[in-house]
């Protein structure tokens, strides 16, 4: 959908090429309605919010440099006017009275209509500066929900560094308490060991007392055999 400051542009572009078909006039609007037409133009590329398509801005571009070239060339036609011989001098006071005539019945319709362009001016301005108020609202409301999107990844970011932090003290509670144990067990089983050797070295004894008794007792029972059955023969 084209925007107003768009409209405007085409009726006024309708409007100057019209005056460009019957150039024999010299209306003196057509240079300022060309002017008005380039500033529309530029207005239109600046604008970010109701911007028309790139290939409508170049057509456009091309019709107003169209125009500014007919307006040059008029230019150029008036000024070699001048440099004619004195026997048309009078034809060009009577043009020039016709034209300031035509000049005072035109600044006539123009002030007729100048409210109504006026007011299209007022309106363009209050829409562009709507406009304007509208993307700088957008981009204020971009701008807060970036920062909140900050705050809350920040949040996160603490959170878990938090909870990192609490696991990392579990763990080393955890390993602190398993290696107090560790040691708790290598120290009974170091105790276990020499009580252990200790039975051992006492069992080594009392086994080489045995073998001995048990020696010195075979060895009795066999002089005392042998005692007794010399008594016997």
């Given at each position: 959908m084209a925007s107003r400051t768009e409209l405007n542009f085409k009726k006024l572009l309708i409007r100057c090429e019209t005056m460009a078909k019957d150039r024999s006039s010299g209306d003196w609007r057509f240079e300022k309605y060309?002017?008005?037409?380039?500033?529309?133009?530029?207005?239109?590329?600046?604008?970010r919010v109701s911007r028309p398509p790139q290939e409508s801005l170049d057509e456009y571009s091309e019709k107003v440099k169209n125009l500014r070239e007919m307006m040059e060339s008029d230019k150029g036609t008036l000024a070699m006017d001048k440099k004619l011989p004195e026997e048309r001098q009078s034809n060009s006071r009577l043009s020039l009275v016709q034209d300031q005539a035509r000049y005072h019945r035109d600044e006539r319709e123009e002030l007729l209509g100048g409210k109504q362009m006026d007011s299209e001016l007022r309106h363009r301005?209050?829409?562009?500066?709507?406009?304007?108020?509208?993307?700088?609202?957008?981009?204020?409301?971009?701008?807060?929900k970036l920062t909140e999107q900050m705050l809350n990844l920040t949040r996160s970011l603490k959170e878990s560094v938090r909870d990192s932090g609490k696991i990392v003290q579990e763990d080393n509670k955890t390993l602190e308490t398993s290696m107090k144990l560790a040691d708790s067990n290598t120290k009974r089983l170091k105790v276990e060991s020499d009580r252990l050797e200790q039975?051992?070295?006492?069992?080594?004894?009392?086994?080489?007392?045995?073998?001995?008794?048990?020696?010195?007792?075979?060895?009795?029972?066999?002089?005392?055999?042998?005692m007794f059955g010399k008594k016997a023969s």
């Open positions: 060309v002017e008005t037409l380039q500033d529309l133009l530029g207005e239109m590329k600046r604008s301005n209050v829409t562009n500066s709507s406009d304007t108020e509208t993307m700088i609202r957008h981009q204020r409301g971009m701008h807060e039975h051992t070295k006492t069992c080594s004894w009392w086994i080489w007392v045995m073998l001995v008794f048990v020696t010195l007792t075979f060895l009795s029972m066999i002089v005392f055999m042998r």
